[in-house]
């Protein structure tokens, strides 16, 4: 179960390879080098940023897919990676914010939600779940007006 935690944590990484996917500390603030809209604790997007080229912004998305865990993660005290996909009519969406929170179950992020962005292939994923005991963890996650809810299996 170790072997499979710390895989996934390295695929996460390398899915978020050249993206800007950063927490700050439980306060909301710190010096994490990231933009506001990649931090723990910043304010939710609201789908209606521009990708700062112009006046171009990214496609509606119309999907929103659990990637990872797939199966349930042990309850270790370790924060657990949340991967998603991000899609829209034309395909994966690169460049969206995603706002991962907590709707019920014992988990939670630091500043109470964690905002990332999608890569060129529409993935992104939440670092920093952490778990306060084993049961389901129902995470809504949000891009623009979509909203889904994914659900996480910590096992005793």
Do not use: N
């Not at 897919?65 to 199966?71: A, H, K």
């Not at 952490?130 to 809810?149: H, K, Q």
């Amino acid at each position: 179960m170790i072997a499979r935690r710390v895989l996934g944590g390295v695929l996460a990484l390398l899915l978020l390879a050249g993206t800007t996917a950063c927490t700050a500390s439980a306060a909301g603030g710190g010096a994490s080098g990231a933009p506001p809209s990649a931090r723990a604790g910043a304010a939710p997007s609201t789908g209606a940023e521009s990708s700062g080229a112009g006046t171009a912004t990214a496609p509606a998305p119309t999907g929103i897919r659990l990637l990872g865990p797939d199966e349930p993660v042990p309850f270790d005290g370790e924060a657990v990676s949340v991967v998603v996909e991000v899609t829209g009519a034309g395909g994966p969406i690169s460049g969206a914010d995603v706002t991962f929170t907590v709707v019920s179950g014992p988990a939670a992020f630091p500043g109470r939600f964690e905002v990332s962005t999608t890569d060129e292939t529409g993935v992104t994923a939440a670092l920093m779940l952490t778990p306060t005991g084993p049961g389901e963890i129902v995470l809504r996650v949000a891009s623009g007006a979509l909203a889904s809810t994914v659900t996480v299996t910590v096992a005793p």
